[in-house]
């Protein structure tokens, strides 16, 4: 089983809809016995992907030639045994909305996840409430 982390940037030309993008990965992710995590503050996404090596590649190529995403950067690439983070979720942090919360699921949702990869989404969800 394949797992695969990146990170872009929303391209501020395509602006993302957090809830048709989160409609969209669940339906091809079921589709395609795809789990991961999705965070997403509404400027810069960090995604893991896992499941089939074939499916998580192919979703991936979806990802990169979305409009909506721009400066995609992969940061993880490993084949792993076991599903880290179980079902798919996404975190989404709303401008307004407590940050600590959103730190604090994000944590959970990562919580089996390899420690490299939870300090990963942690680092990321902490820098993100900053911005």
Request: charged residues 25%.
């Amino acid at each position: 089983m394949l797992q695969l982390v990146y990170v872009s940037s929303a391209n501020r030309r395509e602006a993302p809809d957090p809830v048709r993008i989160l409609a969209t990965s669940r339906r091809n992710n079921h589709r395609d016995s795809i789990t991961g995590l999705l965070y997403s503050d509404g400027t810069r996404f960090l995604q893991v992907l896992e499941g089939p090596e074939t499916k998580v590649a192919e979703a991936f190529a979806r990802i990169e030639a979305d409009p909506r995403h721009r400066a995609l950067v992969v940061l993880s690439r490993r084949t792993i045994e076991a599903r880290e983070f179980g079902n798919w979720d996404m975190a989404h942090h709303a401008p307004g909305a407590d940050a600590d919360a959103i730190i604090e699921r994000v944590a959970a949702l990562s919580a089996n996840a390899s420690s490299d990869v939870r300090a990963t989404f942690d680092g990321f969800a902490k820098v993100r409430r900053a911005a």
